[in-house]
């Protein structure tokens, strides 16, 4: 469907299910992409978020995101 992505470790949907929401654990970014009608993503834009972060949850009223983040990647795999 999409691809580009450094080790995407956790992919969501907006409760309205017009954007999908990839963790890029390395590059430290959670990217926005809008789904159109004929299911092609078209990216909108990224966030930088200054973490590791490690998958997705989206809160089905507000649409916040929820993350669990990682400061150090050394600290991960050790």
């Known amino acids: 469907v ?6 995407a470790n ?3 949907m907006s409760p309205d299910q017009k954007y999908i929401y990839v963790a890029a654990i390395f590059d430290h970014h959670v990217l926005v992409l809008e789904r159109k009608e004929d299911n092609s993503l078209v990216p909108v834009k990224s966030v930088a978020v200054g973490s590791l972060c490690d998958n997705i949850e989206v809160e089905p009223e507000t649409g916040d995101l ?10 991960i795999f050790l």
Do not use: E, L, Q, V
């Open 66 to 75: 929820w993350m669990g983040c990682h400061p150090n990647a050394r600290k």
């Open 2 to 7: 999409s691809d580009g992505y450094t080790f």
């Open 10 to 12: 956790g992919i969501n």
